[in-house]
């Protein structure tokens, strides 16, 4: 009986640490993600700024 328990604590640890990984993948993600989009928002308003300067009267 207690090595039963003991295989079932294990498979639990396992379950938890996936979770955790997965949740850790979610995050870097959406950090990523996160990135990404204030990178093409910065990239638009440098693009508008130096149009601005060259190209309109």
Request: glycine fraction near 0%; charge should be neutral; aromatic fraction near 8%.
């Amino acid at each position: 009986m207690a090595e039963l328990a003991k295989a079932l604590l294990r498979e639990m640890r396992a379950d938890n640490e996936l979770v955790t990984d997965i949740r850790d993948s979610q995050k870097n993600f959406h950090l990523a993600l996160f990135y990404l989009m204030s990178l093409h928002r910065n990239t638009s308003r440098i693009i508008t700024n130096v149009h601005a300067i060259y190209f309109d009267p």
